[in-house]
């Protein structure tokens, strides 16, 4: 499937953006050439190899998600200016 002027004229009205001729076809020749070697890795061979979503095996850096006591509760609370039952109480906003 090659990518014609008239192809690249529609994406380009879709995303408000507008070229000369010239870069029309510019902009065609870069989008074929792209396609061309997709085909190419379309020749591969991929029997039994396992689809990926990352070039490198990726960890999560960050701890388990655990709820843990948080002991500093009611040094918080001595300094806000009202409270009610280990909780802030402020201003309603919404009516």
């Given at each position: 499937?090659?990518?014609?002027?008239?192809?690249?004229?529609?994406?380009?009205a879709l995303a408000r953006l507008s070229f000369e001729a010239a870069e029309e076809q510019e902009l065609t020749g870069d989008l074929n050439r792209i396609l061309e070697y997709m085909e190419k890795l379309s020749e591969l061979d991929t029997e039994g190899i396992e689809p990926t979503s990352h070039v490198v095996p990726i960890a999560s850096v960050?701890?388990?998600?655990?709820?843990?006591?948080?002991?500093?509760t009611e040094a918080i609370l001595a300094e806000a200016p009202d409270r009610d039952e280990g909780y802030f109480r402020v201003p309603k906003v919404i009516d």
């Amino acid at each position: 499937m090659a990518v014609t002027v008239d192809d690249v004229r529609s994406v380009a009205a879709l995303a408000r953006l507008s070229f000369e001729a010239a870069e029309e076809q510019e902009l065609t020749g870069d989008l074929n050439r792209i396609l061309e070697y997709m085909e190419k890795l379309s020749e591969l061979d991929t029997e039994g190899i396992e689809p990926t979503s990352h070039v490198v095996p990726i960890a999560s850096v960050f701890r388990a998600d655990r709820v843990e006591h948080f002991r500093g509760t009611e040094a918080i609370l001595a300094e806000a200016p009202d409270r009610d039952e280990g909780y802030f109480r402020v201003p309603k906003v919404i009516d």
